[in-house]
């Protein structure tokens, strides 16, 4: 019996619509260990500290991002300037304290995925148009506010930004803990087999009578939400806020989505594989910092391996059919 359900396991990860995120998934494992082996200093408990405050807002966004591309609206690239404006938000906010400062920006990235939400989900927009467009009123609304100017924040973000519980960073704790609730939301809910079903075939999820519409508006929202969040945690580290910190989060929460095996069409993939996909970029980096490699030829590597996930991930679609 055991053997039989051993074999099932097996046959599941390696099908082809889990090829990719089992590659990744076992790629990371090598790789941190290779890495671990060759590269001076990688193992150090200062440099595996480097990555995880590397991989946090990244991989918070990208879990929020998963959202999105699971629905079949590819991707949020209000993304980036959501967090930049965080940013600016939590600075502003921080004198009333930590968690109201927190609060205040989930709360604003929640209401400009709303916008979103309702323009894709309910006035049927198209998501890219819409989300760039969102982009520049938020950048602008963001400059309006701190009139271009950087926000010094007035008050003790020290456990958002450096903190530990039990010798591991605060900031990869509340990463772990949105990729387990948000993959709860999509593995266990009825919002989450919803949105797969609006990923795998939008049409005939609207025949159905799914709830399509409501369901993209809470995609936006969760991952507007997550976007800010990340803008908080830049926010707190660099004890400041302005337009530049979180800028380049577009990209990067894509690469980890689709390094991660979520499908770019919609409805395949998990959380946990966009989780596992900034996980992985964030080894890469570092081990291209280790070997005193530019930044030019870091963004051609991490160039080149998001367009080898998107081959593969096309193979395993083509296998599949």
Request: hydrophobic letters at 60%; proline letters at 2%; charged letters at 10%.
């Amino acid at each position: 019996m055991a053997a039989v359900e051993m074999k099932s396991v097996g046959a599941a990860l390696l099908s082809p619509e889990r090829i990719q995120s089992t590659a990744v998934w076992m790629g990371t494992v090598l790789l941190a260990a290779w890495a671990g082996v060759t590269v001076p200093g990688f193992a150090s408990s200062a440099n595996i500290s480097a990555i995880m405050y590397s991989t946090s807002a990244v991989g918070i966004a990208a879990v929020g991002m998963a959202f999105i591309t699971l629905s079949g609206n590819l991707f949020m690239l209000s993304m980036g300037a959501t967090a930049a404006v965080s940013t600016i938000v939590f600075a502003s906010c921080l004198h009333l304290g930590l968690l109201p400062s927190i609060a205040v920006v989930v709360l604003v990235g929640a209401l400009f995925g709303l916008a979103q939400g309702m323009a894709v989900g309910v006035f049927k927009t198209n998501p890219i148009i819409t989300t760039i467009a969102m982009a520049s009123i938020i950048t602008g609304a963001g400059s309006f506010y701190s009139g271009g100017l950087t926000v010094v924040g007035q008050g003790d973000a020290s456990w958002l930004a450096i903190g530990r519980m039990a010798g591991i960073p605060n900031q990869i704790v509340l990463f772990l803990l949105a990729a387990l609730v948000f993959s709860f939301i999509v593995e266990r809910t009825r919002f989450g087999r919803e949105l797969r079903l609006i990923g795998l075939n939008p049409k005939a999820a609207h025949f159905t009578g799914l709830r399509v519409g409501r369901a993209l508006v809470i995609a936006y929202v969760l991952a507007a939400a997550a976007a800010a969040f990340a803008g908080a945690l830049y926010g707190s580290q660099a004890a400041q806020g302005n337009l530049k910190l979180g800028a380049g989060l577009d990209f990067d929460a894509i690469a980890a989505v689709l390094v991660g095996g979520v499908a770019i069409k919609g409805g395949q993939g998990r959380i946990l594989d966009a989780a596992i996909g900034a996980v992985f970029l964030a080894i890469i980096t570092n081990i291209l910092l280790l070997k005193g490699l530019s930044l030019e030829i870091q963004l051609i590597v991490k160039g080149l391996v998001v367009i080898a996930s998107v081959i593969l991930g096309a193979l395993a679609l083509g296998a599949r059919k």
